[in-house]
């Protein structure tokens, strides 16, 4: 088995484990892949070992991966700050974009991805699945939108046909301890249950993304269903 398979599979066992303490089912939490700055050889090493899920930080990586890994039936998402000249290049291979963070942003994805159409007979175009990623006050980070503007920007996604909204997501300041991302996950699903709370859908928004390598395992504690995880499946990136 090769090292990254090896890694995989320990970091199922360790997810598992960790929804299994939480008194949580395994199979609601994704594990999103992070290949960012790595090989396609990684990434098929991965995907041979049983992982389809990947997540890329940069516009013409992800695109030039999608490309050359095309005959691989693989999940895409979309992680990094997105600029809205770049969304032509993510949204015709993304799955998912989990840094909708602005109108401007997610019209200009809206705008490039394949529109549902009967032009193309059978072939159903997909919506692209999105999170708004959120920022709880880290002046270190630029991206993502303040608390107070995710009920307003969620109604606004939520009229753009060729986006599918799911949730929230969250990039907590850089600290090794795995417990420093706590208060912030806890805050990302009062926001998700808030949302909810306030927008009267028939069917509430279910995801949160958050946690990555050192903290995944705190992140499912409080109610993570998708972590993404890099570090720790591929190595130290250089
Ligand atoms: C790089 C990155 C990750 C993965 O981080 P690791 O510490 O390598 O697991 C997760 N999420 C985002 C947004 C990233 O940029």
């Not at 992982?51 to 940069?58: I, P, R």
């Not at 606004?156 to 600290?175: A, H, K, S, V, Y």
């Not at 050192?214 to 990136?237: K, L, N, Q, S, Y």
């Amino acid at each position: 088995m090769s090292d990254i398979a090896k890694n995989i599979f320990q970091i199922k066992n360790r997810l598992r484990n960790a929804a299994l303490k939480a008194g949580r089912d395994p199979e609601t939490i994704t594990l999103v892949a992070v290949s960012k700055t790595k090989s396609l050889a990684d990434v098929r090493a991965a995907f041979e070992a049983g992982q389809f899920v990947f997540g890329e930080n940069y516009a013409q990586e992800m695109a030039a991966k999608a490309a050359e890994l095309k005959d691989m039936k693989i999940e895409w998402h979309f992680i990094g700050h997105l600029q809205k000249n770049k969304a032509k290049l993510v949204a015709p291979v993304a799955s998912w974009i989990e840094t909708i963070d602005s109108f401007e942003l997610a019209t200009a994805v809206a705008r490039r991805s394949p529109v549902p159409s009967a032009v193309e007979g059978s072939l159903v175009a997909q919506k692209i699945k999105c999170l708004i990623e959120v920022n709880v006050g880290d002046e270190s980070s630029k991206s993502g939108c303040g608390p107070q503007d995710i009920l307003p920007l969620a109604r606004r996604i939520e009229t753009l046909q060729n986006l599918d909204l799911q949730g929230l997501m969250i990039i907590p300041p850089f600290n090794p301890d795995p417990e420093f991302g706590r208060p912030y996950f806890k805050k990302l699903r009062e926001l998700l249950s808030d949302l909810n709370g306030k927008l009267d859908r028939p069917k509430p928004f279910t995801q949160l993304s958050m946690g990555m390598s050192h903290d995944f395992e705190v992140a499912i504690e409080e109610g993570a269903t998708i972590v993404r995880v890099g570090t720790a499946i591929f190595g130290e990136r250089s």
